[in-house]
Structure formats: structure tokens, C-alpha cells
């Protein structure tokens, strides 16, 4: 069974940066999608970023103002995502949530449905 937890989030003003963790267990190999979310109060969750487990590939969202402020990573050796969030605006406020899809998925992307497990979220609150 694949569990992840995040970590990391916090109060920041804007302009600040912050880093979030997401430590996935029950994965054997390296072949599946993990990713970030993010879910703001009276909104729908929206992707922030995904890639594959080994770190072959990095999927983005159109939204240029996430794209090119944010940055998913990974530490393989410690089966951890993380997601480095730079120049944070009061937009971004949200509940970030970690994903992860199947274990030996085939498919990666930004996509709700490539995903099946999800953690409890950790919250951003950015103050201008």
C-alpha cells in the first residue's frame, strides 16, 4: 500500500520561498507518478507539478506564474518529492497535497487520473 506524507508548509509573506517534502513508502521500484496539488478554500484542486519516481521525466501545468516558480525534485535514495516554491504570492495560498499513482504505472502527467493515493496535505499560507 502506498502512503505518502508532506511536510514543510508554513507561513511566509510574499516574495519568500518555501520547500515542501513528500516521503512516499510502498513503492518497490522507480517506476510510477508522483506529484503535487493544491487545493485553495472554495476551490477545485488544481495540479501543481508531477514527474516520474526516477526522475526521468517532469511534467508542468500551463499556468506560467506556477511553472516558472516552481519546481518539482526528487531524492531517490530517500523515495522523497519535492516541490521548491520561489517569489510565493497570497495566491497561492492552498492546502498542498502530495499524489502518487500506481506502482509500475505506464502513464505520468498532470492529469487527476493518473493518480490513485493521496496524502493528508500540508498548508501554505502566503501574506502579502
Known amino acids: 500500500q502506498v502512503h505518502l506524507v508532506e511536510s514543510g508548509g508554513g507561513s511566509v509573506q510574499a516574495g519568500g520561498s518555501l520547500r515542501l517534502s513528500c516521503t512516499a513508502t510502498?513503492?518497490?521500484?522507480?517506476?510510477?507518478?508522483v506529484g503535487w496539488f493544491r487545493q485553495a478554500p472554495g476551490k477545485e484542486r488544481e495540479a501543481v507539478a508531477a514527474?516520474?519516481?526516477?526522475?526521468?521525466?517532469?511534467?508542468?501545468v500551463d499556468s506560467d506564474s506556477v511553472r516558472t516558480r516552481f519546481t518539482i525534485s526528487l531524492d531517490n535514495t530517500k523515495n522523497t518529492i519535492y516541490l521548491q516554491m520561489n517569489d510565493l504570492k497570497p495566491e497561492d495560498t492552498a492546502m498542498y497535497v502530495c499524489?502518487?499513482?500506481?506502482?509500475?504505472?505506464?502513464?505520468?502527467?498532470?492529469?487527476?487520473?493518473?493518480?490513485?493515493?493521496w496524502g493528508r496535505g500540508t498548508q501554505v499560507t502566503v501574506s502579502s
Open positions: 514527474t516520474w519516481l526516477d526522475g526521468s521525466t517532469t511534467f508542468g
Open positions: 499524489a502518487g499513482g500506481r506502482p509500475d504505472g505506464r502513464t505520468c502527467g498532470t492529469a487527476r487520473a493518473f493518480f490513485e493515493y
Open positions: 510502498g513503492y518497490t521500484g522507480t517506476s510510477a507518478c
